[in-house]
């Protein structure tokens, strides 16, 4: 069941997003989360990180939340957040917006867990001024693509348009919205998919099907495409990677030059980082 609320939008500085105000009600064991879920229940943290554990093997889990909301858990992942129930049986990715104090708690949390987002023109943090007072771009990450298969990349994009590597989640819905922004500003994609969500089998169907675009951009309007089975070790090889160099959310984007950019980013600022700019 959805439950849609005329609520105001909130614009989240950074992340590029317009919270629409929607949140989405997963049926859990035995009933729904509302707010009939008595905060008296006692939701044992441990026991939800071992069953994440189990049923998202990949998936790095960095922190949980039980205390929150009632009877629902904050999971974050990296970058990443997402809910579940008590029992780590349903997953519940979206937004949860608090109506007595009007705010989005999602997206605080998310720039609380990725404060780099911030966009192009905001406030800078004391930490990134030089000693003129005048804001400098953050240290740039750099990682060496060498090491990766062609095998577990799906290009797409034109070919003389700027190299943009994704480590994405076909479930994430900000790796939904970069590959609108990299089809806009006409980049050229290796798109390397990665299970944080636990998406695998979600993966296999897409990087195994005849048309790898196709598929991949019905994946993420939420289709599950149908296709054989077939060799996925390029897909290990991602995970392995993202891994080794700590991307535990996603998107990730790798420039030509190995540069590294965590979390979704506009149109603008993306296509000029892209071509060499700073991130911002």
């Not at 959310?249 to 600022?269: H, N, S």
């Given at each position: ?107 605080a949390r998310l720039l609380e867990l990725n404060p780099d987002t911030l966009l192009a023109g905001a406030p800078q943090k ?104 077939c060799d996925t070790s390029g897909l290990d090889a991602n995970e392995a990677f993202a891994r080794t160099h700590g991307f ?15 979390g979704f980013r506009p149109a603008p600022v993306l296509a000029a980082w892209l071509r060499g700019g700073p991130a911002a």
């Amino acid at each position: 069941m959805t439950l849609n609320l005329s609520l105001p939008t909130a614009r989240v500085v950074g992340l590029g997003l317009a919270a629409t105000a929607v949140l989405t009600f997963a049926v859990v064991a035995g009933g729904m989360v509302s707010d009939r879920v008595s905060a008296r229940t006692s939701i044992d943290a441990d026991e939800v990180k071992a069953a994440l554990a189990k049923r998202l093997p990949k998936t790095q889990v960095s922190a949980i939340d039980c205390n929150k909301l009632a009877g629902v858990c904050e999971i974050a992942a990296g970058t990443t957040l997402f809910y579940t129930d008590k029992q780590a049986r349903y997953l519940i990715i979206g937004r949860v917006y608090d109506m007595e104090t009007r705010t989005d708690l999602t997206a605080a949390r998310l720039l609380e867990l990725n404060p780099d987002t911030l966009l192009a023109g905001a406030p800078q943090k004391a930490g990134h001024q030089n000693e003129e007072g005048k804001a400098r771009p953050p240290a740039t990450r750099q990682v060496e693509l060498s090491s990766l298969p062609q095998a577990g990349a799906i290009a797409w994009g034109p070919t003389n348009g700027p190299k943009a590597v994704v480590f994405s989640d076909f479930r994430c819905s900000y790796c939904s919205q970069l590959s609108t922004v990299l089809l806009t500003i006409g980049a050229r994609v290796e798109e390397r998919p990665i299970s944080v969500l636990g998406s695998r089998s979600l993966s296999e169907a897409v990087y195994c099907s005849k048309s790898q675009v196709s598929a991949l951009h019905a994946a993420y309007a939420g289709e599950t495409p149908q296709s054989p089975k077939c060799d996925t070790s390029g897909l290990d090889a991602n995970e392995a990677f993202a891994r080794t160099h700590g991307f535990n959310g996603t998107p990730v984007v790798v420039r030509a030059d190995g540069a590294v950019l965590e979390g979704f980013r506009p149109a603008p600022v993306l296509a000029a980082w892209l071509r060499g700019g700073p991130a911002a």
